[in-house]
Each structure stands twice: as C-alpha cells, then as structure tokens.
C-alpha cells in the first residue's frame, strides 16, 4: 500500500509502497479516507515527540472498516468510522469508566505506531474506539472533528460545563480555539477571542465570536476579557498552551469560573496565579481529547448543522501532496484553515 515515511527526524517525508498492515485479534484494518494535518504530526516529524524510525504519520482520520479480527463484535467490514487520536485499550478501569482518552495503555495511531497518511491504518481495540460516522457527515468533516474539534467540545461540555448565557474566553485562535468559537457560539454562549495574530481573529470573528481582543497590543488582555464581560469569563480555554495565554485565561475568570487547559504545555511546568484561585474559587480543569464513547453527542449537532467543523478545513489534498503539507506547518500561517488529505 502508499503511505507517507519518513526515515529520519526531520527528513523530507516521501510516498512510498509499504506492506499493508496485518489485523490485530482486538484491532481493525480501515481504508482511509481522509486524514488531517496537524500540527502535532509535525512535532513528531521534528523530533519533539519520541517514535520508532521510520514512521508514517497521521492521526485524525476517517475511513471505511476494511477488516476486524477475530475478537471483535461491534463492527464489520464496510461501517464508515472515525476513531478518537487516544485509542484506549478497553479493558482497564478508566476504559472501562467511559474514560479511555485518559488509558495507561493508550494507543495513538501516528504516534505510537503506523499513522493514518496512508491507504490502510491500524485501529487498536475496535470495540473500544471506533466511532459510527452518520450518513450526512462527510469524511472530510469527520477527519476534522478527530482532534481540535473534539479536544475543543470535550473541553467545553464535559469540563467547562458551558451553557447559554455564559461568558466564554478563548485565548489562542488556531485549531482548537477556533473550533472552541463555533462550538461555543452553538451552545449558546457569549465569546471573547483573544491572539496576536489579526487574521485569526477575524476568522473568530466570522465564527461568532462577540469581542475581539488583540494580545499583541494589549498590554494585558485578561483585565480586557474581564471588562468586556462585566466581571469575567465563566469559562475560560487555553487553546494555545503557553505559560502566558494559561495565565491570562485564568485571571480572565469571574468569580467560581471555570478554567480548562486544552493546549499541551510543552516546555513543561507552568505558573498559575493560585492566590487568585483561592480568593475566587475557581476551578482549574486539563483536557485530554475525548473518548469515542462521547462522540455521538458531538456526531449528532454535526450532523443537524448545529456544528460544521468543515468551515475550518482551507484544503483539500491528495496523498502526493501530504509530505509538503507537514513540511509546510514549520510556519503555519495564522487564518489559513486545516488541510484535509483525501484519499
Ligand atoms: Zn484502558
Ligand atoms: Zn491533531
């Protein structure tokens, strides 16, 4: 079969014939369809993220079920899923709790095994992960929703505890953050959208989004937030994660607000005001995508209309084009929307 490789961190990815993947008891071969382009495929391609050389990047896909093993019940060949980009193993406690994107055993496509830039992937636990796709969603939209849309509404719904009426701050516009925007916006909610970048927040803008507020002019951007909505956000993201947009956010709150940690922090640990969060009580909440058994909810405003995640895809691609498109997230431009490959 094609897939995408790379033989080394940061050498140029090629397409390329490689054996087609053998079925796990537990697990699912699946045709992909479509797969997104994410910018944590990149941090694996640059070496920022540990995988087994060469790899085959890819984790936000969509497809048709091409072959389950011989322990698997609930799907068959032919059923058009998508799949969470934390696979749990089904069989610990958490897994067992509905809690699989939080699983010890977790598994990642992309990441700690073959990824989905290629005609057939890998799904572990098929039980356990994959997700029915309804009829009217598109796999193009489907393969949108695997990571920041989901990331975004889990953060949201089952964290944020968001509701109409309530003050929304999304601090950082790219993927998450805007699909944060949309969803907030379709839950009812009032959104203040803070970035640097001008053209993000215009796309927040278009989403819904009421206030705008630039964080490169603004000198500080949570008292903004806290002026714009009469007190402070009642939720508040870090779409971004970086030890200033999780300050921000958490100072952005009003009085028992709600703070959820979306972005990864990756440079370790990060300083909170705390004597805030004790003077206001507020409630500090990581979030850590959203396991597939939450998905329905999410499928079903996707499939009324109510959410269309597809208005964050810029690009359609082929497979050829893929390896440029990983290469190309060295410098993402702010506003320019995902690229979706189309296989
Ligand atoms: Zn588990
Ligand atoms: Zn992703």
Request: aromatic letters at 4%.
């Amino acid at each position: 079969m094609k897939a995408v490789v790379y033989a080394e961190y940061g050498a140029t990815p090629v397409v390329t014939e490689v054996p087609a993947p053998k079925c796990p008891d537990r697990g699912a071969v699946l045709a992909v369809r479509a797969t997104g382009v994410c910018r944590s495929d990149w941090h694996a391609w640059r070496g920022h993220e540990p995988v087994a050389l060469p790899h085959v990047p890819g984790h936000e896909l969509s497809g048709v079920v091409a072959e389950v093993g011989a322990e698997v019940t609930r799907w068959k060949p032919g059923d058009r899923v998508t799949v969470p980009f934390v696979c749990g193993c089904g069989e610990c406690a958490y897994c067992l709790a509905g809690d699989a994107q939080v699983c010890p055993h977790q598994t990642q496509p992309g990441f700690t095994g073959p990824g989905s830039f290629a005609e057939r992937v890998v799904v572990h636990a098929a039980d356990t992960n994959l997700v029915a796709l309804p009829d009217s969603v598109g796999f193009v939209s489907a393969a949108s929703l695997g990571c920041r849309f989901a990331t975004a509404f889990r953060a949201l719904t089952a964290h944020g505890e968001l509701g109409a009426g309530d003050w929304l701050a999304v601090h950082g516009c790219g993927g998450v953050g805007l699909s944060a925007v949309m969803i907030g916006v379709a839950l009812g909610a009032r959104v203040v959208a803070v970035d640097i970048a001008a053209p993000a927040l215009e796309l927040a803008r278009s989403l819904g989004a009421e206030h705008l507020v630039d964080a490169a002019a603004d000198t500080d951007p949570a008292a903004t937030v806290r002026e714009l909505t009469g007190g402070g956000a009642t939720v508040s993201i870090d779409a971004l994660g970086s030890p200033a947009t999780a300050a921000a956010s958490v100072r952005g709150l009003r009085r028992r607000g709600r703070h959820v940690q979306a972005g990864l922090l990756l440079d370790g640990p990060t300083p909170l005001p705390m004597d805030v969060v004790v003077a206001h009580e507020l409630a500090i909440h990581g979030s850590h995508g959203m396991a597939a058994a939450d998905y329905p909810r999410l499928l079903s405003l996707v499939a009324a209309g109510t959410l269309r995640p597809e208005l964050l895809v810029g690009k359609v691609i082929g497979l050829a084009d893929a390896p440029a498109a990983l290469a190309a997230m060295d410098h993402p431009p702010a506003g320019a929307g995902m690229t979706v490959v189309e296989l």
